[in-house]
C-alpha cells in the first residue's frame, strides 16, 4: 500500500534547491519563445496542480515517438475524466474541450504540438536529461543490489519513508491511501519535477510514482569521456542504458543501431562481467552488474 500523508507542517512550503534554480531559467527562457502552435500545452500542463495523468503515459518505450503515441492512444474515457478533473481547476478553452471529447483532429493537433514542443524545449538539452536520468537509474540499480527493494525504495526521496507493506510519501494535498492490489509500483525518475513526489490520480490505471532525480547526482563531462575512453563511445552509451534496464530491442531504438549490433555490444559488456542477461518470453532483459553499476558512478 501507498500512504499519501500531508506534510509535518501541513503547508507547502517552496524549496529552493540547486536543481529548481538551474531549471527555472531554462524553463522561462522556453516559456517565452514557444512557437505559437504549441503554447496550448501550457493549460494541459498547468506550472502548478493538478495535470492530466495521461501526459505522463507508462505504454510504449523511452524513445520520444512512442510516448507521443501512448499519449495519443488513451482511452476515450480516460481522456475526458482526466481533462473534466483539469477543467474543475482551470478554465479550459473550446479546443481542450474538443480534445475531451476525442476529436481526431484535435488528437492530430496535439501530437504535433508536443512534437514541436519537444523540438524547442526538450532537444536542445535531451542528452543531458538522458544522461542524468539514466545515471539516476543506475544508481537505484546499485541501491537495489545494496539494500534490497525495502531500501531502494526508502532511498527515493527525503518525503519517503517505508515500514513493512507501506510506503509513506509527504504530499501537500489531503491524506489518501493507494492500494497497489499486486499491480507493482512503475518508478518514473524525473528531471524537472524538483519539490517531492507525485502519484498519478487515477487508480484505476497502473500506479505510478513520479520521485525527482536526486539534488546531488551530478554527470561530469569527465567522467563520461573518461568511459567512452575505456569501452568506445557507442559501448559506454550502451552500459549506460543498460543500467536502466532494457531489452535487446529498446536498447537499439535508443542507441539508434541495427538490433545485431545491439546484441553485440551487449555481449561484448557481459562478457567483461559489466551486464547481466535473462530471457523473459521472446525477449532478453539487459541489466547492468554490480561491476558495471560501480564504474558508472
Known amino acids: 500500500m501507498v500512504t499519501l500523508a ?18 527555472r531559467p531554462y524553463s522561462a527562457a522556453v516559456r517565452a519563445t514557444l512557437p505559437d502552435d504549441t503554447r496550448w500545452l501550457m493549460q494541459l500542463a498547468p506550472p502548478v496542480g ?18 507521443i503515441e501512448a499519449v495519443l492512444s488513451t482511452p476515450a474515457e480516460s481522456l475526458r475524466a482526466d481533462l473534466e478533473q483539469l477543467d474543475r481547476r482551470h478554465h479550459l478553452d473550446p479546443r481542450t474541450h474538443l480534445l475531451a471529447g476525442g476529436d481526431v483532429a484535435t488528437l492530430d493537433s496535439l501530437g504535433d504540438a508536443l512534437r514541436a514542443y519537444h523540438g524547442h524545449a526538450l532537444a536542445p538539452i535531451w542528452d543531458e536529461v538522458r544522461a542524468v536520468v539514466d545515471a539516476d537509474r543506475a544508481v537505484r540499480a546499485r541501491s537495489f543490489l545494496d539494500s534490497g527493494c525495502e531500501g531502494m525504495l526508502a532511498s527515493l526521496h527525503p518525503t519517503i519513508s ?13 491524506q489518501r491511501d493507494v492500494h497497489l492490489g499486486g499491480q507493482g509500483l512503475v518508478l518514473v525518475p524525473s528531471y524537472f519535477c524538483w519539490e517531492r513526489p507525485i502519484m498519478l490520480r487515477d487508480q484505476s490505471r497502473t500506479p505510478v510514482l513520479v520521485y525527482p532525480i536526486a539534488r546531488d547526482l551530478h554527470v561530469t563531462s569527465t567522467g563520461k569521456r573518461s568511459l567512452e575512453a575505456l569501452l568506445g563511445r557507442t559501448r559506454a552509451a550502451a552500459l549506460e542504458v543498460i543500467a536502466g534496464g532494457c531489452t535487446t530491442t529498446e536498447l537499439a531504438r535508443r542507441l539508434g543501431i541495427s538490433a545485431a549490433s545491439a546484441s553485440a555490444h551487449a555481449s561484448v559488456l557481459r562478457d567483461a562481467g559489466l551486464a547481466v542477461a535473462q530471457r523473459h518470453r521472446n525477449s532478453v532483459l539487459h541489466t547492468a552488474s554490480a561491476l558495471g553499476v560501480e564504474l558508472l558512478a
Open 50 to 67: 493538478y495535470s492530466p495523468d495521461f501526459l505522463t503515459p507508462t505504454a510504449g518505450s523511452c524513445a520520444v515517438d512512442a510516448g
Open 162 to 174: 517505508w515500514t513493512p507493506s507501506v510506503l509513506s510519501i509527504e504530499s501537500r494535498f489531503p
Open 6 to 23: 500531508r506534510d509535518s507542517s501541513g503547508t507547502c512550503s517552496s524549496q529552493k534547491t540547486s536543481k529548481s534554480s538551474a531549471v
